[in-house]
C-alpha cells in the first residue's frame, strides 16, 4: 500500500508539474508579445512594388545615395524583391534597446528580402555615435549581431515549421565599418536540407571592400513541432 501511495502522489505531482510548466509556457513564453513577427514572420513582406516606388521608398527613407551600390540596381530589376517593414517587426516597448531599432539605431536600414531564391539584402547607415567602438569605428560586436539576424531571418522560409536557431556562426573580418559611411549586408541560402539550412552572409562597405562574412547554420529543433500552436519566433 505504502508503495501504491507513493506511486499515485509521484503520478499526481509530475502531472502537475507538467501542466503548470505546459501553461506557463503557453501563455508567458512569447518574449515580445503583440508582436506580429513571433506569429507570421513573413506578412511584414510587402507585396511586388513597382520599380519607381522602390527609387521612392529608397528616397523617402534618405538612401537616394546607395545608387553606388551594384546591389541597388539588381534589386530595382528583379521583381521578386519585397520591402520587409522594419518598423512593425519589433514592438513600440522593445525598440530602444534593439539593434537595428533603437539604442544602436542604423539610421532605419532598409531590407529587401527574394523568398524565391533564399537572399536577403539590407542597405545601412552606421551614424550613431553609441556603436563606435575605442578604435573610431564601428565595433564588430554589431556587425555579428546583424549578420546573426538576418542569415536567420532568409533562412527561416527553408524550414518546414518556419522557424529555427542559430545551431553555428562562422564569422572572417577582413575590417571595420567607418562611422557616418553606408554599407550593405547581403545574406544568401546555400543549402537547405528538411531541419537545417546553411546560409551565407557578406558585408560590403561603400567603397566595394568586403568587411566581413559568415556562415549560419540554420536548425530548427525537433520539438517545434509540437509547439507550431504557440506563437513564438
Known sequence: MGIFSKFVRGTFRGGLYLTSLGAGFALCARPWPDSPLFAKPMELVKEKRSRDNLIQHFKSKGYDDVTMFDDYQRILNNENFRVIELDQMIPEAHRYNQVTQGLLNLNNPIVLINRKEGELVMF???DNENIIGHDNKVHNGIITILLDETTCFCGFDKLPSKRGVTAKLDLNFYGKIQPNS????????EEARGRKV????TVISAEG???????????????????????LF
Do not use: H, M, Q, S
Open 209 to 231: 571592400d568586403r568587411l566581413a562574412d559568415a556562415k549560419c547554420l540554420l536548425v530548427e529543433p525537433r520539438w517545434f513541432k509540437y509547439f507550431n500552436w504557440v506563437e
Open 182 to 189: 553606408r554599407f550593405v549586408l547581403k545574406t544568401k541560402v
Open 198 to 201: 546553411t546560409i551565407k552572409g
Open 124 to 126: 545601412g547607415k552606421a
